[in-house]
């Protein structure tokens, strides 16, 4: 095909991304449009997206056509002896033919995806003179990357920057405009205990049961900056996912012996069980860890007295399964939708423990970062489980590429 109808066809194309970018907010949803639209217009293998941590001076790899989320959430790319790293530190464009020839290129980054990258294009992602990632496309499915490639992509590039920075502060002023509401109701309650702490005709035990409530205020205004940061990094996907290979039943073992002086104080025992025989599993075993403590915290918090916590395991299919089960409180059926969401908490629950109601938020956030899931039951006045799956080991499994229209 002529070389101009080519790059006409291409700029159409760019025209209708365009529009198809504008639509969205979600960050995740937008990049993945972006590679898919980098892979079209391009016509290569694939593409993916890295964004630069400015304080941290590297790369890490947000969305990629090839590679699944816990595989690429656990790739750095360092900005000194790298190819990414030179785009952003020159602000260039880079084409290159032979891509094993190039002094530049880190050769970690095959190793682990276990993709041959043969030729690529990488443009930086230019915003407001700043420089918030890299766009790469990877292999010409036949010939070799020509400028008009370089050109469409460095179209598509401008593009993506401007939807990148839109969505990242949107992103930032809806959640911090959430978390000031959220503030109000401790911050006015300190303000009330205050106020009546500096009345000389309270009595002793009003003084105590303020000096109490303030003390239950801050420990629960400090849990919540400390949970809000947790989710907006992960939320905002720069947390950084460190596979390794573990063994469950330590796992297990260490979350219960941290929880046991907390159930005790309630008189409440922690049963653990993981079959004898059981299989190691790939994840990041901290980050795992913070799930399991969360939903064993929770069902002591929302146990009663002498209550009953069961911790398991058991492999399912290419998952594995830990159920976390109490038999206190139980969770209304009208709650459930919600229990995920930021700031819920069940109405009735306030009065029984102090919480910030984004416990369940990160451990979503987390769980899905492996490509697993949570799932729910529970019955009130009966007891709850928390099931979360996990896929065993983190494998490379080619994503599809969802085609975009041509107009
Ligand atoms: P927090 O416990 O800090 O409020 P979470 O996000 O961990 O926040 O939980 C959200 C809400 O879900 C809790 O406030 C509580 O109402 C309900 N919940 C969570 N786990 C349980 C459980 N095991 N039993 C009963 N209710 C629960």
Redesign the pocket.
């Known amino acids: 095909m002529d070389e101009n109808i080519i790059l006409l066809n291409g700029y159409r194309h760019l025209v209708a991304i365009a529009r198809d970018l504008a639509s969205t907010l979600d960050l995740d949803i937008l990049l993945n449009r972006i590679i898919n639209a980098a892979v079209q217009i391009t016509e290569s293998e694939a593409a993916s997206i890295l964004l630069y941590d400015e304080a941290g001076k590297k790369l890490f790899f947000q969305a990629a056509t090839n590679l699944e989320t816990p595989i690429l959430h656990g790739l750095i790319v360092p900005i000194e002896g790298s190819i990414a790293g030179w785009i952003v530190l020159n602000r260039q464009t880079v084409r290159i033919m032979d891509f094993h020839k190039d002094p530049r290129h880190f050769g970690k980054i095959e190793k682990a995806t276990q993709f041959n990258t043969d030729s690529m294009i990488g443009v930086p992602l230019i915003t407001k003179d700043k420089v918030v990632g890299v766009l790469e496309v990877l292999n010409k499915k036949s010939g070799y990357f020509n400028e008009t490639d370089e050109n469409l992509l460095s179209g598509l590039a401008a593009q993506a920057a401007v939807a990148i920075e839109n969505s990242r502060l949107f992103q930032q002023s809806d959640m911090i405009a959430e978390f000031v509401h959220e503030l109000r109701t401790p911050l006015a309650s300190m303000g009330a205990a205050t106020y009546l702490l500096s009345k000389p005709e309270i009595t002793k035990k009003q003084r105590e049961q303020l000096l109490q409530g303030l003390q239950t205020e801050s420990t629960r205004l400090n849990d919540m900056a400390t949970s809000f940061l947790d989710l907006a990094r992960l939320e905002s996907g720069r947390v950084q996912f460190h596979i390794s290979k573990f063994d469950l039943l330590p796992l297990l073992e260490e979350c219960s012996i941290f929880m046991r002086t907390r159930a005790d104080e309630n008189n409440i025992q922690i049963e653990v069980s993981v079959p004898e025989e059981f299989p190691p599993i790939e994840a990041d075993r901290d980050k795992i860890k913070q799930v399991i403590m ?1 939903l064993v915290s ?2 002591i ?2 146990n009663s007295k002498g209550g009953l916590v069961k911790i398991d395991a058991e492999p399912y299919k290419d998952e594995i399964l830990i159920r976390i089960q ?1 038999n ?4 209304p059926e009208t709650a459930i939708p919600h ?1 995920f969401e930021k700031f ?3 109405k009735s ?1 306030e009065e029984i ?1 102090v ?7 990160i451990c979503k956030q987390i769980i899905q970062g492996h490509g697993g899931r949570i799932e729910v039951h ?1 019955e009130a006045g009966i007891g ?1 489980t ?1 099931t979360v799956f996990i896929p065993r080991y983190s494998k490379i499994v080619p994503k599809p590429n969802k085609p975009i229209p041509l107009p």
Do not use: H, P
Not at 328 to 331: N, R, V
């Open positions: 969360n929770n069902a918090k929302y109490d206190g409180i139980g969770i229990l819920y908490r069940v629950s423990a919480g910030t109601g984004l416990g369940l938020s529970s709850t928390f």
